[in-house]
């Protein structure tokens, strides 16, 4: 044969360790943000979107394309917007805006002060500072000469984009009072039903820009009597957290405050910062003595009975079921309870304060918006989300593990849906740090589980078939979903990773 004639030979594949290593380094580089080894699937749904804009065919393409176009290029903040997450609602962990109410704003009055300055630090698509603007335009109405100013920043320009129009769908308003939506809100009309749009004397109080928490100097101007910075955090390395809560303390007046969000906390600086409410703080000044030995009671972070009180053995247990693609978190006395077949149930639990949960997730992986409870990611994120808002302690976490059986009929030697969800949720609490107990994973049998959070306890009954019948045709359901992904291959023919 003429060598000339030959077959080439095959491309090396992309190797996905080399490749998901080389975009996490990016980001961290870009951002301060942390991936652990179970957001590769996330990554993998985000950047397909670019790669087909840009018409490339490999991951490794993507990374030369950023590495050609410099530290400055359109595509790099492309990049940031698609692996940056962006979940937020309108007076999101209301706690927060009664403590601006009740005590922050009350100590400006007292003080004779009639000017007030906060920064959404992480604003995403606008919900927050709107709600902050609603909040103080009704404690600090400027008709009683009160000067209200709000910045809020993102590092995402897409998002940033559309908190600066502030338009939503009606459905995202439903959490706002009525009588704050009809003074704040404009409701469309024609090309525009469904929507509402938040009023110019409303959008007047915010000045909207991009701020990088990684650049030497942030565009924002003056200091600030409180920040907001919620759910931001956990995104970040120790370090980079740490740099960031004192580089926000040098921007706060005196007396001002720092809110992070509900699965955030500032113990391990307690010689810097005391907490001044849920998930509130405040930077120590030289005079006040450093944070001493916590009580028993914060120490924990259980919930102790009051003299005379009920024990925890006294109160009647709470019974919760739960189905394909819920979660569930309590705190106290109660019994969480599931039938499984192919879907796997995490539970978890803090046990120093009796918090815990359990969810029920189909598919590995995570959906294409990334907010599907179906599948694994987000299930066992917002699960773990879920039990630090009821005060568990991440670090004390442990869990067990149930479900994954072989029991579908659309099972064959490419996919086995059971065993996929037991190595997912295996390797994701390996990432994650938390412990795995105890585990029932595999078999051909469905599961009844019921798991009792306050106590850790879980016991495991095989289902006979006419129990697992039912359970089955609702798992094959979602199952087909990623027998078509494995099976058929992409329209674009893009390869990740």
Not at 150 to 157: G, K
Not at 457 to 466: D, N, S
Request: charged share 25%; with cysteine.
């Amino acid at each position: 044969m003429n060598p000339s004639e030959q077959t080439p030979p095959p491309r090396r594949p992309v190797r996905s360790d080399d490749d998901f290593d080389a975009v996490r380094k990016l980001l961290y580089e870009q951002t301060g943000i942390v991936l652990n080894d179970g957001k590769l699937d996330m990554v993998r749904a985000r950047l397909a979107k670019r790669l087909r804009v840009l018409g490339l065919t490999t991951m490794r393409e993507y990374l030369r394309h950023l590495e050609g176009e410099g530290p400055d290029g359109t595509e790099r903040q492309e990049f940031v917007n698609c692996l940056t997450t962006n979940k937020t609602d309108f007076f999101r962990e209301p706690h927060h805006f009664d403590y601006l109410r009740e005590t922050l704003i009350p100590k400006l009055k007292a003080a004779g002060k009639k000017q007030i300055r906060i920064w959404s630090a992480g604003c995403s698509t606008g919900e927050e500072p709107y709600t902050l603007a609603m909040t103080l335009r009704e404690e600090c109405p400027s008709a009683q000469g009160w000067d209200v100013k709000l910045v809020a920043s993102d590092i995402d320009t897409a998002v940033l984009a559309a908190a600066g129009k502030g338009v939503y769908d009606a459905d995202r308003v439903g959490d706002i009072p009525q009588d704050l939506l009809r003074k704040n809100f404009l409701r469309g009309s024609g090309a525009n039903a469904g929507k509402v749009a938040v009023r110019q004397e409303l959008r007047s109080l915010i000045d909207f820009r991009q701020v990088n928490f990684m650049e030497e100097t942030w565009p924002v101007p003056g200091k600030f009597d409180a920040i907001f910075c919620r759910n931001v955090m956990i995104y970040f390395d120790r370090v980079t957290q740490g740099r960031l809560m004192t580089r926000f303390a040098g921007m706060l007046e005196p007396g001002g405050v720092i809110f992070l969000g509900h699965s955030e906390s500032m113990y391990w600086m307690a010689d810097s910062f005391k907490a001044v409410g849920n998930t509130i703080y405040q930077p120590r000044t030289s005079a006040e003595p450093s944070a001493g030995a916590p009580s028993p009671r914060e120490k924990l972070g259980r919930s102790v009975p009051k003299a005379g009180g009920a024990t925890p053995k006294q109160v009647a247990e709470q019974e919760h079921s739960i189905i394909l693609g819920e979660v569930k978190a309590t705190r106290g006395p109660s019994m969480i309870k599931t039938l499984l077949g192919s879907c796997v149930s995490a539970c978890i639990y803090d046990p120093e304060t009796g918090v815990g949960g359990m969810n029920h997730f189909s598919l590995p992986g995570v959906s294409d918006d990334g907010t599907c409870a179906r599948y694994g990611a987000y299930a066992m994120e917002l699960l773990v989300t879920e039990i630090m808002k009821k005060g568990g302690n991440r670090n004390r976490l442990r869990a067990k593990v149930f479900g994954g059986a072989k029991v579908l009929n659309i099972e064959s030697e490419q996919l086995n849906v059971g065993a996929k969800n037991a190595a997912f949720v295996i390797q994701f609490l390996a990432d994650e740090g938390i412990p795995i107990e105890s585990q029932c994973l595999g078999g051909t049998r469905g599961l009844l589980v019921r798991f009792r959070p306050h106590t850790g306890q879980a016991q495991v009954k095989p289902l006979a078939g006419r129990e697992l019948s039912p359970i089955m045709a609702r798992e094959e359901k979602f199952g087909r979903e990623l027998l078509k992904q494995v099976a058929a291959p992409p329209d674009d023919s893009i390869t990740l990773f």
